[in-house]
């Protein structure tokens, strides 16, 4: 009974703890978009080679670190709080996102480019009405594998004084609270399917938004 009843009794704490938790997992994700979408595109057009080598050695790199670790890194650095935990989140967001954006890029026929070229479309054009909207299943897997990551890490991230639900687990940890580990773990898990299932339903709109353009084209 206890187990239900904490949901009432601690009903604010969680809803605040999942909000923060929300705004930070939210603000590293679109930060890796911002960076990494772009990056996957540019590394598709280009014929350096080597800075494509390079782009994907840094961030497999960062992905690698364990998260405990790259948090201890982050502390000499630019201190405790929120900021070093989005950072942390941010460099960890960055390898799954580019590396589906340059699949999904690298995935089009050429043909398909050839003949959008041929039709007299620019290169904006043809990145914005043809590239774009057929690498869209590629994005969207990225960015919703990379969301799941980062909110499971972002528990971690009170480690450093981030806050979020991850405070409150940790602190029914140390006072063996059963209950309040139970009810910070379910809002955990809770947040991560409905980000999920709410990025599924974009991705399957975009996907139908292309299909019936390409349709009716």
Do not use: C
């Amino acid at each position: 009974m206890d187990y239900i009843k904490i949901f009432a009794t601690r009903g604010s704490d969680l809803w605040s703890a999942m909000i923060e938790h929300l705004i930070i997992s939210g603000t590293a994700l679109i930060l890796g978009i911002i960076v990494a979408v772009p990056l996957g595109i540019y590394l598709v057009k280009t014929k350096n080679t080597w800075l494509r080598s390079i782009a994907f050695s840094i961030t497999n790199i960062f992905q690698t670190i364990p998260s405990l670790a790259l948090l201890a890194i982050l502390i000499p650095l630019i201190g405790i709080g929120k900021f070093p935990a989005i950072i942390a989140l941010f460099l960890y967001s960055l390898l799954p996102i580019l590396r589906n954006t340059y699949s999904g890029f690298k995935s089009i026929d050429e043909s398909i480019i050839e003949a959008a070229r041929g039709m007299g479309y620019d290169g904006k054009q043809r990145l914005f009405r043809i590239e774009l909207p057929l690498a869209i299943p590629y994005l969207m897997s990225g960015i919703r594998l990379t969301t799941i990551y980062i909110i499971s890490w972002a528990t971690l991230a009170t480690l450093i004084g981030a806050g979020g639900l991850g405070e409150l687990i940790y602190g029914g940890l140390s006072v063996y609270d059963k209950p309040l580990i139970f009810a910070s773990s379910i809002t955990t898990m809770i947040l991560a399917i409905v980000i999920d299932f709410l990025l599924g339903a974009l991705e399957k709109f975009l996907t139908k938004q292309t299909t019936s353009r390409e349709q009716s084209a």
